[in-house]
């Protein structure tokens, strides 16, 4: 990684320390370095700072170690998908979405996965390295800004931790960035405007119930027996249905939030009437809300999603037993919804990128 510092990563008592200590300045500069890192400022925009001071900053640090170096919007539904680099070169995705209650931003933890989930593109060459909470933060705020510039009054309002990599494989940064997520005098998201979403690593889930952040709870799940997760999903050998699902209703009890369980409708897989009737009893008594996900193809893997039809059959099924759930709306159809996808051809490619 690079040696420079990442400004955006740092918390109030690490900026004045260095602002105080090593810059010979006055406190409340790193205030004011503050208030520009959160609106997504670079160093040499900052213009209330000294130009020495500015020049001083940018030999040791960086603002934001994130950068948006592609951008693809849909045309039906404003959805637009970003490809990043990191200060060392390697690239990460994310996508924002436009509901009615505002924006969403899809964040990515980790460059690559190391879950092995067969339906995932994010894990086809594993994990590369974990991101850190500058890196975390260093996403919402470029995405903020890359907006802002068409709409000033939008800003990412939800944060979805569903981009590349498991959250709970990268514990401490993800709770450090969702720590300073909600900062008053930074970014200021709400966590109840947060969702985690992981395959199940349980001793994970129970020290994330214990961390006292109102943050949604997503759990992919997938399918409603550990023959057929354990198919999908390597995870599932080290943790069963039914210890991920203990660690869910203990998610519930401890937070009162309900959890959401995702559940990627597979062509052959996991979409028959019978496993449907199989998932309901296996969620009796848990607080939660199905959402149901049409795979996206991913063409490395010869996973498909089923039939319009038998989505619908699906969900019928999980609501006529007594079970909440939706099918996800689909965003961003035309700009190659699928996750993973953009990182890997720019991989293939690189001279695509407007760097
Ligand atoms: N590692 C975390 C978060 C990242 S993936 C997790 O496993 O939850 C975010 C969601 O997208 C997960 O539910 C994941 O299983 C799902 N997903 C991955 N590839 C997909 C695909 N091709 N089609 C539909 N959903 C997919």
């Known amino acids: 990684m690079s040696a420079r510092l990442q400004l955006l990563g740092m918390d109030g008592a690490a900026l004045e320390k260095l602002v105080v200590d090593e810059l010979g300045e006055s406190r409340f500069r790193a205030k004011q370095i503050a208030q520009w890192l959160a609106r997504g400022a670079e160093i040499s925009e900052m213009t209330n700072l000294s130009a020495k001071l500015r020049e001083r900053l940018a030999e040791i640090a960086v603002a934001n170690p994130v950068r948006i170096v592609q951008s693809h919007r849909s045309k039906i539904d404003g959805t637009e998908k970003f490809l990043y680099a990191l200060e060392d070169g390697n690239l990460i995705e994310g996508v ?3 509901y ?8 990515s933890t980790q460059v690559g996965c190391r879950m092995g989930c067969a339906f995932c593109a994010s894990t086809l060459d594993g994990r590369v390295r974990n991101l850190t909470p500058g890196e975390m933060l260093g996403q ?4 903020n800004r890359h907006i802002q510039r068409e709409d000033p009054a939008r800003r990412v309002h939800n944060i979805v931790l569903m981009g590349s990599g498991e959250p709970l494989d990268n514990y401490d940064s993800v709770v450090a960035f969702l720590r300073r997520v909600n ?15 992981t395959c199940g690593l349980v001793p994970k889930m129970y020290d994330f119930a214990g961390e006292g952040l ?40 401890k937070t009162g939030r309900r959890v959401i369980v995702e559940y990627a409708l597979i062509r052959g897989v996991n979409c028959a009437l019978s496993q449907a009737d199989e998932l309901a009893a296996r969620l009796r008594g848990l607080n939660c809300h199905v959402n149901l996900i049409p795979l996206n193809d991913v063409k490395e893997r010869n996973l498909h999603a089923p039939e319009k039809a038998e989505v619908a059959a ?13 099918v996800r709306r ?13 990182r890997r051809k720019a991989l293939a490619s690189p001279a695509d990128l407007n760097h």
């Open 96 to 98: 924002v979405m436009r």
């Open 100 to 107: 009615h209650h505002g924006d969403s931003l899809c964040v």
């Open 140 to 143: 919402v705020v470029a995405a």
């Open 183 to 197: 900062d008053p005098e930074g970014l200021n998201i709400s966590l109840r405007s947060v969702s985690l979403s």
């Open 214 to 253: 109102p943050v949604t709870l997503s759990i992919s799940l997938h399918a409603p027996n550990d023959d057929v997760r354990c198919k999908i999903m390597p995870v599932a050998n080290a943790y069963p249905i039914g210890e991920v699902l203990a660690a869910c209703k203990n998610y519930v009890e």
């Open 314 to 326: 699906f969900l019928r099924r999980l609501n006529s037993r007594g079970v909440s759930a939706t």
């Open 330 to 342: 689909e965003m961003g159809a035309d700009i190659d919804g699928a996750c993973g996808q953009l």
